[in-house]
């Protein structure tokens, strides 16, 4: 398996370091991971959610918004 | 005293004339103890007439109606050139400063005046010098100075291994809850209480991983305060990941709960590692 590896660049001294990433920094990309799918899955479900009042309506999305002003 | 008679050529055997004594040989630069022992030998002077005085050790010269000093005290010229100025330099030693170029001012250095280009009003210095290629599943920039005012990030050409990545930053390796992200219509970006919600800020929208034509930026307003937070915002653009020819926008605030200085960011993709890109952090004065 491939590792994963993260890079730093210390701007006083203007070295480039590239090593494997640390549990804790794993930990991050997974948290970071995690919280972006589920505000994508948030997202989504105010769409469809959007979506269907406007199909019981019966309107499109323009014309909700020309109704909302 | 008679007129000067100019100059003659005596030639052997001829007479010297009282005339002649006169308006010849008389008329070198006479020497006096002072003005008035001049003027008290000197009763009749002509014009031309020259007279040294020891106690004042000055040449006078008479105009025809009055006896001028022939000594100055000004000085010699030192222009050259259209445009030239003069200074006093060394005490009262008078000194050339020629012509600056356009639009210089003249300023001092080191207590002499020269022409000099005015400093900007502002202007971004680039910080890490030429730019930090990404690599990796996240980049980060430390030791970043707390010497300017601002700080702008501006991520080019980013594209992630992973199609539909997203990107997000951090500051000073903080993971904890302390940041937040929204369009500006949301309602705690538009005066509403908010908590802070989020352990990153997204700065792109999800991305293709084929074509890039990103570019990120983030700008940082006042980031080396340390009694602050951090109202940050992001306005980015990237090739959509359906279709990559059509593209996907976020302009966002993405504040930090941070009172200290931003002093490191830290750039992660949401899922696997960049491909390409190029993160250059700026210094705003």
């Given amino acids: 398996m491939t590792k994963i590896q993260v890079k730093e660049y210390n ?3 203007g070295e480039e370091t590239i090593r494997d990433a640390t549990a804790e920094e794993l930990e991050n990309i997974k948290v ?3 919280n972006h799918e589920a505000r994508k899955a948030e997202l989504a479900a105010k769409e469809a959610a959007r979506q269907a009042m406007l199909d019981r309506l019966g309107l499109t999305a323009d014309e909700a918004k020309l109704l909302l002003g | 005293m008679a007129a000067g008679l100019g100059f003659k050529d005596f030639v052997t055997g001829e007479v010297l004339t009282a005339a ?3 308006g010849y040989l008389m008329q070198g630069i006479w020497v006096f103890a002072s003005a008035t022992a001049r003027d008290a030998a000197v009763t009749s002077p002509q014009e031309g007439n020259f007279a040294y005085l020891k106690d004042t050790n000055t040449t006078t010269y008479y105009t025809g109606s009055a006896w001028t000093n022939l000594d100055t005290t000004g000085m010699v010229n030192p222009m050259t050139t259209t445009g030239d100025t003069i ?21 001092v250095s080191g207590g002499l005046p020269v022409w000099s280009t005015p400093a900007g ?8 010098t030429g730019g930090t290629t990404l690599t990796g599943s996240s980049v980060t920039i430390s030791s970043i100075p707390t010497t300017y005012v601002d700080l702008r990030l501006i991520v080019e050409n980013y594209r992630p291994g992973t199609d539909g990545a997203a990107l997000f930053i951090q500051y000073n390796s903080d993971t904890g809850s302390n940041y937040r992200n929204g369009s500006y219509s949301d309602t705690w970006a538009t005066g509403s209480a908010s908590t802070w919600a989020s352990t990153a800020n997204q700065i792109s929208p999800d991305t293709d991983n084929g074509t890039s034509n990103a570019s990120i930026n983030v700008y940082m307003p006042n980031y080396s305060s340390a009694t602050t937070w951090k109202p940050n ?8 990941n359906s279709t990559p020819a059509n593209f996907r926008g976020l302009y966002f605030a993405v504040p930090y709960k941070a009172s200290a200085a931003i002093t490191s960011l830290t750039l992660s993709l949401s899922t696997g590692s960049f491909t390409s890109g190029t993160a ?6």
């Fill in chain 1, 11 to 13: 701007c006083e001294t």
């Fill in chain 1, 32 to 34: 970071i991971a995690e």
């Fill in chain 2, 20 to 22: 002649d004594v006169d």
């Fill in chain 2, 87 to 107: 200074y006093s330099s060394s005490g009262s030693t008078p000194a050339r400063l020629g012509i600056g170029s356009t639009g210089q001012v003249l300023t």
């Fill in chain 2, 121 to 128: 009003g502002g202007g971004m210095t680039l910080i890490n």
């Fill in chain 2, 233 to 240: 915002y992001c306005t980015s653009i990237v090739n959509d």
């Fill in chain 2, 280 to 285: 250059y952090l700026y210094g705003v004065k």
